[in-house]
C-alpha cells in the first residue's frame, strides 16, 4: 500500500501548486482590475470637477500684463473680428496723436472661459440675475464671437466715447464704458445703448 500513497501524493502534489498557482494569479488579475477601475473613475471625477483656471489660449490677458492691439500672436486680439480690429487700430493710431495709448483688458474669449466668468460672477454677487448684468453667457458674448474687445484705459474710453463712431465703433452697455464693438459703418450714428449685459439688444 506505502507505493499506491507515495504515487496518489506525486500525482496531488502538482495539480494543487497548479491550483494554487492559478488562484493567486486571478486575485492578482482582480487587484489589477480594481485598481484600473478606481485611477480611471478618479481621473473622470477630476476632470469633471477640476476648477476651471483659464489659459492664454482662452483668451486670457493675466492681471497686470499690457496687452496692445498689435499683440496678435495672443488669442485674445488674433481671434477678434478682423473688422473690429482693424477699426480699433485705426482709432488707436488718431489717438496716439493726442499721446493716447489703447491697452486691451480682454478681447476674444472661448466660450468654457465665458462661463468660467459667469460662474465665478454668480459666487460673487450670490445671483444669476446680478451676474448677467455684468457678464454675458457664452452664447450671447459678443466676446465669444470676437465682435467686442475692452480698453483698459480710462482716457482711451472717454475718446472712444468723442470719436469711435467715426470708425464704427460703439459703447454698447451703459454700464461698461470699456466695452466696444463695430457696430456700424464709419461715421452713422451709433444705436442707443442699452443698460447692462442683461438687457435685450437691438438686432
Ligand atoms: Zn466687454
Redesign the pocket.
Known amino acids: 500500500m506505502a507505493p499506491m500513497q507515495i504515487s496518489t501524493n506525486l500525482v496531488a502534489a502538482p495539480s494543487r501548486v497548479r491550483q494554487t498557482t492559478f488562484v493567486a494569479l486571478a486575485v492578482c488579475l482582480a487587484a489589477i482590475v480594481a485598481a484600473c477601475v478606481i485611477v480611471v473613475a478618479g481621473l473622470t471625477t477630476s476632470f469633471a470637477t477640476a476648477p476651471f483656471s483659464p489659459r492664454v489660449q482662452d483668451g486670457h490677458i493675466p492681471e497686470g500684463a499690457t496687452v496692445s492691439l498689435d499683440d496678435d500672436h495672443l488669442p485674445a486680439i488674433g481671434k477678434l473680428d478682423p473688422a473690429l480690429l482693424s477699426a480699433m487700430r485705426e482709432a488707436a493710431t488718431d489717438a496716439a496723436g493726442s499721446g493716447l495709448d489703447f491697452p486691451v483688458a ?1 478681447g476674444w474669449r472661448s466660450a468654457q472661459y465665458q462661463d468660467w466668468m459667469l460662474r465665478i460672477a454668480v459666487e460673487t454677487y450670490g445671483s444669476e440675475d446680478v451676474a448677467r448684468q455684468f457678464v454675458a453667457t457664452p452664447e450671447e458674448s ?2 465669444v464671437t470676437g465682435k ?3 480698453i483698459g484705459s480710462v482716457d482711451a474710453q472717454s475718446w472712444l466715447s468723442q470719436h469711435g463712431a467715426d470708425y464704427g465703433l460703439c459703447q454698447v452697455y451703459a454700464n ?1 464704458p ?2 466696444y464693438e463695430r457696430l456700424i459703418d464709419p461715421g452713422d450714428v451709433c444705436p442707443q445703448m442699452v443698460p447692462d449685459a442683461s438687457s435685450a439688444r437691438e438686432g
Open positions: 480682454s459678443s466676446h467686442a474687445v475692452d461698461e470699456w466695452h
